[in-house]
Structure formats: C-alpha cells, structure tokens
C-alpha cells in the first residue's frame, strides 16, 4: 500500500520498520496516573465533541441553516394571520420557534451517538477505568454549544426581522440560559433511544414521533385559549409550553414562576429517569 | 516481571452468552497463562469476538464465570478495565480525529495531565513509524496505520492484558509483520496478549499456547505443536498430469504413508495430510517419501506443494466439518472489499 509510506515529499518513501528497542521504550513502565476525575473525564470527552465539530463543520448546517429557514417561514407564514403583521407576530413568536429548532436539534445526540456506536469507538471507551457517564456528559456538553449556537442564530435573524425583548440583554440571557438547561436535560431521552434503537434512521423516527407533537401541541405558534379542552388540558401539561411560557416571560422581562418551576420539575425528571436508563443500557450492552 | 510467573491472566469457566437464537458461547472454559500470547483460533461466527468482548468487560456473560487476574469480570468490572486493553476488530479510536488527538484523549481519560499527555502521544506516534501522519484524520490513514494507531492506543498506559481480536485480518502482508513485531515487543515487556485470528500461521508464529474455538466452544487447546502433531504439521498439495492416474495415487498415499488422503475438486489434485501423530517421520522426509513412491510407479506429478495445514484442515481433522461456513466467507470477502 503505497499510503503507508512517508508522504510524498520527492525524497524515497521511508516504510516502517517497527524497531524493537524504540518499542521498548515505550513500553517502559510508567507509573499508571491516578484515575482522572468524573469532571475531568467528563472535560476530556467534551474536547472530543469540540474536536469533531472542529474537522466536520458541515454538522453544524442543522443548526445554523435549519432554525433560520424555521424562523423565517413561520413569520411569514401566520404573521399575517394570526397577529396583525408577521412583526407583531414575531414578539410572541420568536421565544417559541426558538425553543422548538433547539428542542428539535437535540434529537441529533441520539442520532450521533447511534452512529458513534456503530462504528465501534464506544468499545474503547467502555473498557476505560473512567466514570461511567463521563463519555455521554462529555458529548452531551458538546451538542449544549450547538444548542447556544442554534439559539444565537435565531437571536440574531429575530433581532434583524424586528423583534424587541423588553426584557433586554439580561432577559434574553436568562432566556437561552433556561432553554439550555432544558435541551441538556432532554437530550438523555435521545441518548437513550440511540443506544436501544439499532440504526440511525429509527432514531430519527422515533424522535420525529416525539418532537412533532411535542413542539406544535404547545404554546409555541398560537395562544392554547382557542384550542377545544381536551388538547387544552395536554397542551397544559406539555413540558415545551411550561419552557416556552418561562422563556417567554424572562426575554418579556417579567417572570413566571409557576412556569419556571415545571419545566425545572421536568428538567430533573429527564436526568433523573433517562439518565438512569441510559446509563443502564449503556453499562449492559 | 514478576507477573510472569503468577499464573493465570484469565479463568473462564462455562461462559454462555446467546443473542436471539444464536449460541455465541455455549459454555466456554479458558485458562490463559500470564505473560504470552494466547491465541484463540477460529472461523468467524465461532464466538471469539463475543468471548473478547465479556473478558473485556463489554458484554456480561448469560452465565458461566470469568476472572481477569483475579477479578470477576462482571462484579469487579471497574478491577479489570483498570488492567486490561481493546484493540477490537473495527474502529478501535475515533476516525474524525487526527493520530495526536485521539491518543491525547485516550491520556487525559487515563489521568495523564495535558503536557504528559501530548508528550506520551508524540512518543508512541514516533515508535510506531506515524509522526509524518501524526496531524492527519485517522480516517485518512492506511489499513496498516489503522492498526497501528490502534494498538498504540492500546498501550499507551502499558496494560497488563491486551486483547487483539482479528489484528490482521484484511492487511497485506508487510502491514502484517510489523504488526506481529509489536506484538512481540509487546509480549517481550511482560503484557499477556489474548490474540484472536482466523490463521493458523499467525496464531502459530505468535502464540504459546492456542484454542481452537468452534461453535461457542473450545474444541482443542494445547501449544502449537501439540495441536498439529495431532492435525497432521503439513499438508503435501500434488497436481498430477494424467487424472486417470490419481485412484493409483490415492492408493499408493493411503496404503503405503498411511495418511490421510482428500481428492480435491480438481480432477489432478489430490492433498495428503503428514507429519501426524502415526508417524515416526516428519512431514518433509514424509512428503519426500510420498514423491519418490509415486514416480516409482510412473505417476507424473506436475506441481507439488508442503505447507501449513490450513484453518480449514485443522477444523476438518478436529470436528469433521469445513471451518468456514459459505455466508461468512462472503461476509469476510465484502469485509477486506470496504
């Protein structure tokens, strides 16, 4: 295999030779390190997401080009007529389609650790002495920057359409902040189904399943007041309303507490429940 | 190294694991002395990756025990991972990164701070001839560099027992040897190697002890030379020119060398097993004896041959049945195809 020489460089390949006592060397017994930290496990795996949005730029296309088009064509789709002017429009809408492109874009934790998985790297992983969820945390921390970067995105295409929060710089911070914290507590649900589910398509399924009734069914595109009482009483429940409402209310300037502490209840029974199962399958494959 | 003469690195006993229907351990015993290489030879399907991956703590076994040095592999799995290393069949490290990054990572999961880390990382890149490759994705490298970088990620905090399953499977043949150099080197140091192969060469020129593993099950074990002296160490291929002649030629192998004959598909050739356990000669005076009795009859043979007996004959002689089922031969040709 030509590939396996020096590159070409106009001087003769050099092929490998493997010398007995440069192995040797290395092989010399070092101390073992003490075992790194859950932190700091967790650290390492978040520089290998980093790492690879680093060589494979195009995966950041679903977040940057998909919340744009979703902006975009809601706005101009029920501004004119569900308010007054798309403009109008966009003060109640942008929290909303911003909380569903994200919550959407979390479903791609499963989908890449599906992936990762299939390709075999986990087993390397697995067999490491490193606290266990270390390499989930680690990826999951990674996807949270993509989620930051989707929420900038739409932030931005917002701002230049017209939209205004009242609740200024801050507002807007506490916003996203909450969003965040959401999308990392559901992202467990995926990595959950990525590691039960066989290929990557069935986890896209399954989370298109989810994610579409979850993320229209809510609060997000119109006010539940005109919807008939049975899908009141769902959409009331629905964790994505209780998120948006709290979303809603900080980028307003205002807070709505009642809101804020469901999707926190919500948030901690993702981790509490899913990160369980997750970490169930993942030490039982 | 004063492990070497600690006895056993691995015990298994009556391991069993199924998936849906299929038996891939069905009741596995293995003892692997501390400090070689062990071999586990057998056709795909026979269950060697599925016993890697439960002494490697990956899979837990459905029952049956397994203790790594001591440490039971599902109980004490924390125990075991700190001593042992994978270099599995596929994607051993991560493709998207470069050679520097994946073994920097593999360091700071090991506890190693980034400088110690970077530095080990440069290191073993320099041994294992991959510094000019060092900053490029591993998905760019070579099938060689592949399983390069794979065991040097495998070593970089040197373990007491490194797994190899398949190593070189799918590499041509310079790739081979140097990876059977490191093996070597590997083993020199005092790490047990617990390899898996489809080759009996490979686990011949490698291995002090081998089990032939068909079925989900050890169907023989014992040093190499104790496995071909009971196999037959040679295999004598003969092309005749006249096919009419070969029911003479039969005879005469059979009757007079007392070995195994097989007609082969071919209407000229015709294989005889030597160097086996009845006789009191070895497999080259025997080959030689089996030329001079032909000619002695006017049989013309036009192409001879002594080698190895393949996988195929070991299973042949030890279970009756061909080794490679027809489906995993395919399987295995799309596999060195990608």
């Known amino acids: 295999m030509s590939s396996d020489t020096a590159t070409s460089t106009g001087r003769a390949p050099t092929v490998y030779v493997p010398s007995t006592e440069a192995l040797a060397t290395v092989l010399a017994p070092g101390k073992r390190p003490p075992r790194p930290s859950a932190l700091a496990a967790s650290l390492a795996f978040s520089w290998r997401a980093l790492l690879k949005i680093k060589h494979v730029p195009e995966q950041l296309f679903d977040v940057t080009a998909f919340p744009i088009i979703m902006v975009l064509m809601f706005t101009y789709l029920f501004g004119g007529a569900l308010a007054d002017s798309p403009r109008d429009y966009l003060q109640f809408f942008l929290p909303g389609i911003m909380v569903t492109s994200v919550v959407m874009i979390t479903m791609y934790t499963g989908v890449g650790l599906n992936t990762d998985i299939e390709k075999g790297v986990f087993d390397r992983f697995r067999t490491l002495p490193v606290w266990r969820p270390a390499a989930l945390v680690g990826m999951i921390v990674g996807d949270v920057l993509r989620y930051v970067l989707a929420a900038v995105v739409i932030l931005s295409v917002g701002l230049v359409l017209g939209f205004r929060p009242d609740g200024g710089v801050l507002g807007v911070l506490a916003g996203i902040g909450l969003l965040v914290i959401f999308s990392f507590a559901f992202s467990w649900v995926w990595t959950f189904f990525g590691l039960v589910l066989r290929s990557e398509k069935s986890v896209m399924g399954v989370s298109m399943m989810v994610l579409f009734p979850l993320t229209f069914l809510s609060n997000v595109f119109v006010d539940p007041s005109t919807m008939p009482g049975w899908l009141q009483a769902f959409v009331k429940a629905n964790p994505i309303t209780h998120l948006v409402s709290s979303v809603r209310a900080a980028m307003g300037g205002t807070t709505d507490a009642s809101s804020m502490a469901w999707m926190v209840a919500w948030s901690a029974l993702f981790i509490v429940v899913f990160g369980t199962l997750t970490m169930y399958r993942y030490n039982r494959r | ?338």
Do not use: C
Request: glycine share 10%; net charge negative; charged share 25%.
């Open chain 2, 1 to 338: 190294m004063s492990r070497r003469a600690t006895g056993l690195a691995i015990e298994a006993a009556g391991l069993t694991r199924s998936f849906g229907e299929t038996h891939a351990l069905a009741g596995l015993d293995l003892a692997v002395p501390a400090g070689a290489v062990y071999g586990l030879l057998g056709p795909n399907g026979a269950g060697k990756t599925t016993a890697v991956r439960v002494l490697a703590t990956l899979l837990r076994p459905d029952g049956g025990q397994a203790r790594v040095f001591g440490h039971d592999v599902v109980t004490e799995a924390d125990a075991v991972r700190a001593r042992v290393s994978l270099t599995g069949q596929y994607a051993s490290v991560d493709e998207d990164l470069t050679g520097t990054e994946n073994l920097i990572l593999l360091g700071r999961l090991l506890g190693l701070r980034k400088p110690a880390a970077q530095q080990r990382a440069e290191q073993l890149l320099a041994a294992f001839g991959l510094t000019d490759a060092a900053g490029r994705q591993v998905k760019k490298y070579s099938g060689g560099m592949r399983r390069r970088i794979d065991i040097a990620a495998s070593i970089l905090s040197t373990p007491d027992l490194l797994f190899l399953d398949e190593p070189t499977t799918g590499l041509d043949p310079r790739s081979r040897n140097q990876v059977w150099e490191i093996v070597r080197a590997v083993v020199a140091h005092g790490t047990t190697v617990l390899l898996t192969t489809q080759y009996l060469d490979e686990a011949d020129k490698l291995a002090s002890r081998i089990a032939v593993v068909d079925h989900g099950r050890v169907i023989a074990e014992g040093t190499p030379g104790e496995l071909k002296s009971s196999v037959g160490s040679g295999t004598v291929h003969l092309r005749l020119r006249d096919a009419a002649q070969r029911p003479e030629a039969e005879r005469l192998l059979g009757t007079t060398l007392g070995v195994p004959v097989q007609l082969e598909p071919d209407p000229v050739a015709i294989t005889a097993r030597v160097g086996g356990d009845g006789s009191d000669l070895d497999a080259s005076a025997q080959a030689a004896r089996a030329l001079g009795e032909l000619s002695r009859a006017g049989i013309v043979v036009d192409d001879f041959s002594l080698g190895q007996p393949s996988l195929d004959e070991v299973f042949l002689a030890l279970t009756d049945h061909p080794a490679v089922p027809a489906e995993a031969e395919r399987d295995d040709a799309l596999e060195a195809a990608r």
